[in-house]
């Protein structure tokens, strides 16, 4: 079968360019391994919400208009909002269809899936970023008789043997775990390695807000010193929650999660962490201080000093100045399962192109694929600009890329390649 574009994958990146290449006039199909919205569906545990507000979501000619523009919306939220958005743009989804190959043909690409085998002049990548949790090699030392989970698979704390657990990271993720296990009344230990530490408001406005306003979340990613870093940062420790309230270390602490450093090693039944949670938490204080500054700069600026509160600091991260707890014998501490929220990374096992580092990671020009003119990234983590890592992101990206892509197919007529 022939078309000119494949797009795989029918989240919000990949409708969002389906969008852009009907505007386009641009023949296309959208193959998608579940249902529209799939890992929205089946890949995210119950209480989840959006670290944006409700206003933030926004796709190409659609944008949240309900009740609660302050509030955070749901996993099963946002699928149906894709879902609606998807029938509203009439997308040409072929659901329940898994892609087993892409390779490269004289003429453009072959996409091999289990239906159908497609030929196309260019592919659109918008399969996600977070189709597979990234583990650390560590997990392979976890004692038996201890389960091991990812927030690819855990659900609720219904899921969790009684007993301790072990939260190993603390992100945005892995401290929105720690505090919801600890709330069912099982002891938690969280592992801390880097982080981002943020208010979820400041001055009296939410954190987004300002970052949006600021434009900061409009920084390019060819204006950004380390590219590479600001893509693999962990996501900042927030919550989503309409009565604004933060999470940090301390707060856990507060409430009764035991902090230690990063985890290293697991020996027999003794899991080892690092002594540098000083200095990460002496960094991330330090970092969002920054950060803070440059928003008052900014407010200043923009003369609006009398609508909001008062410059504040955040406190130094008291927790760090305890004595660290280098080692700790899982079983005698009780702990029956180790959740690893450890980040995540995409399976791109079926993209048979030269197209990645020696680190796996595909290689992209803001979403350009190098060395394989016609596949496009769309979906990634500061892709295009910092906010690329969210809902909205993809309505600038989508717009970029498309006309990219439309280039590209006009470069490929120019030079008789049909």
């Known amino acids: 079968m022939r078309t000119t574009a494949v797009i795989i994958g029918a989240g919000q990146a990949g409708l969002a360019m389906s969008r852009r ?10 193959v998608e391994r579940g249902e529209i919205a799939n890992s929205w569906r089946t890949e995210r545990w119950d209480s989840l919400r959006l670290l944006t507000p409700n206003w933030m979501t926004r796709l190409p000619g659609r944008a ?69 949790a990234a583990v650390p090699p560590v997990a392979d030392d976890v004692p038996p008789g201890i389960a091991v989970l990812t927030p690819l698979t855990y659900r609720n704390p219904a899921d969790l043997e009684q ?30 390695g880097e982080h981002v530490r943020l208010p979820r408001t400041y001055r009296g406005r939410d954190i987004f807000w300002w970052t949006d306003r600021a434009g900061i979340l409009d920084e390019r990613h060819n204006e950004i010193d380390d590219i ?29 999660v035991a902090v230690v450093g990063r985890l290293v090693g697991i020996v027999g039944d003794t899991a080892q962490f690092s002594g540098s949670l000083p200095n990460i938490c002496a960094l991330a204080d330090l970092k969002a201080n920054r950060l803070l500054s440059r928003l008052d700069e900014w407010a200043a600026g923009a003369g609006l000093e009398g609508d909001l509160g008062p410059p504040e600091r955040l406190p130094p991260t008291a927790v760090a100045t305890s004595k660290p707890v280098l080692e700790r014998d899982l079983r005698q501490a009780g702990i029956r399962s180790i959740v690893f929220a450890t980040g995540y990374r995409p399976d791109l096992s079926w993209l048979r192109l030269p197209v990645f580092d020696r680190r796996g990671r595909i290689r992209h020009d803001g979403g350009m694929v190098d060395d394989a003119p016609g596949i496009f990234v769309v979906g990634h983590p500061v892709l295009r600009r910092r906010r690329s890592s969210y809902i909205d992101g993809t309505v600038r990206d989508s717009a970029e890329l498309s006309r990219l892509l439309h280039s590209h197919l006009d470069r490929r007529v120019q030079v008789g390649v049909r």
Do not use: K, M
Not at 21 to 30: A, F, G, K, N, Y
Not at 164 to 179: F, K, N, Y
Not at 231 to 255: E, W, Y
């Open 21 to 30: 290449l009907t505007e386009r006039s641009i023949d296309h199909v959208v």
């Open 64 to 132: 949240y208009n309900g009740p609660d523009p302050d509030g955070h919306a749901s996993a099963s939220e946002v699928a149906a909002f894709i879902d609606r958005y998807s029938t509203a743009i009439s997308a040409p989804v072929q659901t329940g269809t898994t892609v087993t190959a892409v390779t490269a043909t004289g003429d453009g690409y072959e996409v091999r899936t289990d239906r159908d085998h497609w030929r196309c002049r260019a592919v659109v990548v918008a399969s996600g970023a977070c189709n597979l």
């Open 163 to 192: 007993g301790g657990v072990l939260v190993v990271g603390a992100s945005a993720t892995g401290a929105q775990l720690a505090e919801e296990i600890h709330r069912s009344g099982r002891p938690v230990t969280l592992s801390v």
């Open 228 to 256: 590479v870093r600001a893509r693999n940062l962990p996501s900042p420790q927030l919550i989503g929650s309409r009565s604004g309230r933060s999470i940090d270390l301390d707060t856990l602490a507060d409430h009764g």
